[in-house]
């Protein structure tokens, strides 16, 4: 069965040119309209839900092999779902992950085309109806185009020193005249460790008393999840800390080696583990800009890198430090070091075995609600990454998303394509479907997390946040601009209201 997202009432109309009834759109069928997107992949499960909330009949592609990094929609569009829809129309949705979320700004500002999945290669099985898995084996698979859209996790300006990708030039405002930027809804993010490191940091944190006694090993809840201050943040993505012997914990004046606090489990490597984004991603972006404060100031320190030439990774001292293309690959990443397995390719020591270690990473909190993958979030200051510590203004982690097109030029859309564009970009911004439809994969144990509408796109807010339609307060955009960098604070309300 596919699924429908329309409602039962508009599900049931007979529109002119389609039936009612359950339509597979196939590699065979011709799409009324092509519409192609680069960008975020922190935002990948929102925009699927997106999607699902504008299309009927939808078939999905998706190439496994590359962290979903390519991707496509097939559907029905209508003008009763997309205001300003000329007719009804098949339109193939296809979305980039792979790069991350400069990928949805430089090549735009630049005029410059992208690989995109093709799915009319040969190249795509239906697993299961409506499911379709793309191979991205031979020529042809892919095909360059220009993008209509971008979709970045941080404004456009934060890609420029370390967060430039490669084979662009660092963003710059006049490229930035060339784009229509939207900012929509804040995104929470966090720092995900292996469960093995979670273990180790929770127990040292019960025996000092910072969490209550009565957790269990491993909990995940608000309670008991254990925290890293910004300061250790920084200081083990940098590399400052080369093993986790080197990160010192201390009870009752007594120093201890983490590895070796009494009632840890020591992993199988004892180096420091960093899953990291490469440059060009916004997940990376935005660790860097909120724990280095890079590139926001002249003197800002970087994060590592693995760049063969300029690497800071270190295999038999450490730290070592592991890029990845997009969020699935994050997700293989964490897995791999906490399991001790090699699906990523990337756990391999100087014996060319498989560890369990101790890692770090940088994830937004849409992912691994389910807990499929061998990584939890943790506490950042002492705050749990939620949607009420966010809005309350004590957990700090969150950004604002924008999406971006070009306002002219190669990929510039217009009629029936900025129609579908425009609708995406209010739904995205829209308090009760940031609730009930992009946050549909962020419920964690620990509480709800994920999107929150923002008060500087007009939205009324309270300071007891409704997660069914949650709105922040607070805005990177308080001064007019949207601009990361910046401390967010409180927007100016009416004085006989109380802050």
Avoid at 137 to 149: E, V, Y
Avoid at 224 to 229: A, E, G, H, N
Avoid at 315 to 338: I, Y
Wanted: glycine residues 10%; charged residues 20%; hydrophobic residues 35%.
């Amino acid at each position: 069965m596919k699924k429908h997202a329309l409602t039962a009432a508009l599900a049931a109309l007979s529109i002119t040119g389609f039936s009612g009834a359950a339509q597979a759109w196939t590699p065979s069928d011709t799409p009324d309209l092509e519409l192609f997107m680069s960008g975020a992949t922190a935002m990948d499960n929102a925009m699927t839900s997106m999607f699902n909330n504008i299309c009927e009949d939808t078939d999905y592609y998706t190439d496994p092999n590359n962290g979903a990094g390519y991707r496509a929609f097939f559907c029905t569009l209508t003008p009763a779902n997309v205001p300003g829809l000329s007719a009804p129309k098949k339109v193939l949705f296809i979305k980039r992950s792979a790069g991350g979320s400069a990928q949805g700004v430089n090549p735009l500002a630049e005029e410059s085309q992208l690989d995109a999945l093709n799915i009319f290669n040969n190249n795509c099985t239906e697993d299961t109806p409506g499911k379709w898995t793309c191979t991205i084996n031979n020529p042809g698979d892919l095909t360059p185009r220009h993008p209509n859209i971008g979709i970045s996790d941080v404004d456009p300006f934060m890609f420029r020193g370390r967060n430039t990708p490669k084979g662009f030039k660092p963003m710059t405002q006049r490229g930035i005249q060339a784009l229509e930027v939207r900012a929509v809804a804040a995104l929470i993010f966090g720092v995900p460790v292996t469960n093995g490191l979670y273990d180790a940091l929770q127990t040292v944190q019960i025996d000092r008393g910072e969490l209550p006694g009565s957790c269990a090993k491993g909990e995940y809840t608000e309670e008991c999840m254990p925290s890293l201050s910004k300061q250790q943040v920084a200081s083990l993505i940098t590399g400052q800390i080369k093993s986790w012997d080197e990160f010192i914990v201390t009870k009752d004046g007594v120093d201890h080696p983490l590895t070796q606090y009494p009632g840890v489990t020591p992993p199988q490597s004892d180096l420091m583990h960093f899953c990291k984004r490469v440059d060009g991603s916004g997940t990376g972006a935005q660790q860097y800009a909120k724990f280095l404060h890079h590139p926001c100031t002249r003197c800002a320190m970087e994060p590592m890198v693995s760049d063969p030439e300029i690497s800071d990774d270190n295999p038999f001292e450490g730290p070592r430090v592991f890029e990845n293309s997009g969020s699935g690959n994050m997700d293989r990443c964490l897995d791999d070091f906490g399991k001790g397995t090699n699906t990523s390719g990337l756990n391999s020591n100087i014996s060319g075995q498989a560890v369990t270690a101790w890692a770090i990473g940088q994830q937004s909190l849409e992912k691994n609600a389910n807990n499929a993958f061998a990584y939890k979030f943790i506490k950042i200051d002492g705050y749990a990454p939620t949607l009420k510590n966010a809005a309350n203004g004590t957990y700090m982690d969150w950004v604002e998303p924008t999406f971006q097109w070009r306002k002219t030029g190669a990929g510039s859309p217009s009629g029936d394509t900025l129609a579908i564009i425009e609708k995406i970009v209010v739904d995205a911004a829209n308090p009760t479907t940031v609730g009930s439809v992009l946050n549909q994969s962020s419920s964690h144990t620990f509480g709800k997390s994920g999107y929150l509408a923002v008060a500087s796109n007009g939205h009324p807010f309270s300071h007891i946040v409704d997660e069914n339609a949650p709105v922040i307060g607070y805005s990177h955009a308080a001064g007019g601009l949207l601009d990361n960098c910046n401390v967010p604070v409180l927007l100016k309300i009416d004085s006989d209201k109380p802050l």
